[in-house]
């Protein structure tokens, strides 16, 4: 069924009763050309296109959990492409070009709000530093735009301006960049794979990988064993685990990364905004929630939970840049489980083994590249080759001295 004004009249008119599921509830066939590990965001992304792009339908999607209970439906939900090195600012250029048309392409309300984000500043090297970036944004043909202090007041009067301890100078302004609502992307990826014969797959743990002769031949299951001709690895946090069941050790490290959401207010953030003077970032939900973050937990975690040093480091952020934020009651947080690499920028690359896929190491950028990871994966696994945005991104980078360091904090998956 596609979705327009006509189908929602005409299931209004029957009284709702005629919805079908957006997606189908198969059995695991014996074998697949392709076996996605990770039903999330960048598993799904890619499913959907291999079988839309390239033509490649008989894939498995094989989700531990229920579809989305990963980082996909655990982020702060922002998009944005206003990086600075080759290596990220085209791709994820290529992700937001996605974002502005993905709704319109997989016939689904994802939300997408280009609001605009300003990154804040807040000393002389900070706006050099922004002022490099956004250079090179710009001679990448990516919008940006340096503001200044009035600038900023004007469009931001609520922030702190008079009684900082971090005084705010200016931001760096992309326009595009914005929010999606990040359940609405996980189900309209969903949908539309399962509509071009893709099985999703929920509830079935990969708890181990078979290979003969080199290749892997599928996978074991809870659900039993699964062959397939590729494997492809897109399990974010898990990342790790799933490869040493191949006997892969990955140059990522797992985190934990909060976030939180205030009670419902009345509209008063009107873009994304971050803060220079610390690692904090907040928007505001369509419901009227304060959603924001921080940094990771700085300790190694499987678990979708963080610990209550975190919880009162963010607050304190939020509060020194937005001291209204103090009168507003948190509702609830929840924890992404992160995959952090050497660099801080992510890996799409083929392993040493000949059919086995990676797709990890995305830090907090992963929900921003959905489009983009997911498009870029697809082509490397369907031609064997890596699209020409991601071609930076190679798992033997590290060894060969080739980093993305955006950040210039060096290869430290801590401080990323």
Known sequence: MRYSAYSILKQALSGNRLWKPAWREPQPKPHYDVIIIGGGGHGLSTAYYLAKEFGITNVAVLEKGYLGSGNV?????????????????????????????????????????????????????????????????????????????????????????????????????????????????????????????????????????????????????????????????????????????????????????????????????????????????????????????????????????????????????GVSLIPGLSRAKVLRSWGGVMDMSMDGSPIIDRTPIDNLYLNCGWCYGGFKATPASGFCFAHLIAKNEMHHVSRFMRLDRFERGYTIDETGKGPQPNLH
């Open 73 to 317: 439906g655990r982020n702060t939900t922002i998009i944005r492409s206003n990086y600075l090195l080759e290596g990220n600012n085209p791709f994820y250029e290529f992700s937001l070009k996605l974002w502005e048309g993905l709704e319109q392409d997989f016939n689904y309300n994802a939300m997408v709000s280009q609001r605009g984000i300003v990154n804040l500043f807040h000393s002389d090297g900070q706006r050099d530093e922004y002022a490099r970036r956004g250079n090179g944004m710009r001679m990448h043909g990516v919008d940006a735009e340096l503001l200044d202090r009035d600038r900023v007041r004007k469009m931001m009067p609520y922030l702190n301006f008079d009684h900082a301890r971090f005084p705010i100078m200016g931001g760096l302004y992309q326009k595009r960049g914005g929010t999606v609502r990040h359940d609405a992307v996980a189900w309209g990826y969903a949908r539309g794979a399962d509509q071009r014969g893709v099985d999703i797959i929920q509830h079935c743990e990969v708890i181990g990988i078979r290979r003969e002769n080199g290749r892997v031949t599928g996978v074991e299951t809870t659900k039993g064993f699964i062959g397939c001709g590729k494997l492809a690895l897109a399990a974010a946090g898990n990342t790790t685990t799933v490869g040493r069941m191949a006997d892969l050790e990955l140059p990522i490290e797992t985190h934990v990364l909060q976030a939180f959401v205030s009670e419902g207010l009345k509209p008063v953030i009107d873009h994304v905004i971050t803060y220079g003077a610390g690692h904090f970032y907040i928007s505001q939900s369509d419901k009227g929630g304060l959603v924001f973050g921080a940094e990771i937990d700085f300790y190694s975690s499987y678990a979708q939970r963080g610990n209550l040093q975190t919880v009162e480091h963010t607050m304190e952020e």
